[in-house]
């Protein structure tokens, strides 16, 4: 699922590099980035999910607590650096 979203979101960006290329205007590829910025960021949220339910899980079944929290709360701080 997240490798499909990738591969569009390298298809949308090959896209704006040719509008670029062929001189589109200025309002249609800058609709374009903000397509492809919104989808950056639904892909951020969904990769930070999976984190959750399978690495966060996994650490506390595992009894890493300290550990997984640490990580959790590192990868909280670069998703929100997003924005």
Do not use: Y
Not at 26 to 41: I, P, R, S, W, Y
Not at 47 to 61: F, I, N, P, Q
Not at 63 to 72: F, K, V
Request: hydrophobic share 45%; net charge negative; glycine share 8%.
């Amino acid at each position: 699922m997240l490798t499909l979203r990738l591969n569009k979101l390298i298809g949308q960006l090959n896209g704006i590099k040719k509008m670029i290329e062929d001189g589109a205007a200025c309002e249609d590829v800058l609709t374009q980035m903000n397509a492809v910025n919104g989808a950056l960021h639904k892909l951020s949220f969904l990769m930070l999910e999976a984190h959750v339910r399978h690495c966060v899980r996994e650490g506390m079944e595992n009894g890493q607590a300290d550990e997984t929290i640490e990580s959790l709360a590192e990868a909280i701080e670069s998703f929100s650096k997003m924005a």
